[in-house]
Nanobody, 124 residues
Framework: QVQLVESGGGLVQPGGSLRLSCAAS????????IGWFRQAPGKEREAISY????????YYADSVKGRFTIFKDNAKNMVYLQMNRLKPEDTAVYYC?????????????????WGKGTLVTVSS
């Protein structure tokens, strides 16, 4: 059964760091485009970072550029989101998603597989 499971969320103070993990079962992540998304209360889900299977290129939303880094560990079949210099406005449920279509520079929520999310709260 295809499954994505996020972990690593929690409570962190402003300026702190967290690393989110996304583990895949029943498929090989390196063959998929992987995206990280977040949804804050009362807001729409937004795409914040991608890593593309075609060439390993990455995308970052302006809101996280320079603070967040997406990377993969193919040996462990894991994708990570390193989040530094966190701000209260980063508070949200974070989701990873995967799609086999290798669409290059696609940015959006049309992804085949989704995890259930992990909550990140940035507060003092």
């Amino acid at each position: 059964q295809v499954q994505l499971v996020e972990s690593g969320g929690g409570l962190v103070q402003p300026g702190g760091s967290l690393r989110l993990s996304c583990a895949a079962s029943a498929f090989t992540l390196r063959n998929y485009d992987i995206g990280w998304f977040r949804q804050a209360p009362g807001k729409e889900r937004e795409a914040i970072s991608y890593i593309y299977s075609r060439d390993g290129s990455t995308y970052y939303a302006d809101s996280v550029k320079g603070r967040f880094t997406i990377f993969k560990d193919n040996a462990k079949n894991m994708v990570y989101l390193q989040m530094n210099r966190l701000k209260p406005e980063d508070t949200a449920v974070y989701y990873c998603a995967a799609d086999p279509r290798s669409r290059g520079d696609y940015v959006g929520t049309d992804m085949d597989y989704w995890g259930k999310g992990t909550l990140v709260t940035v507060s003092s």
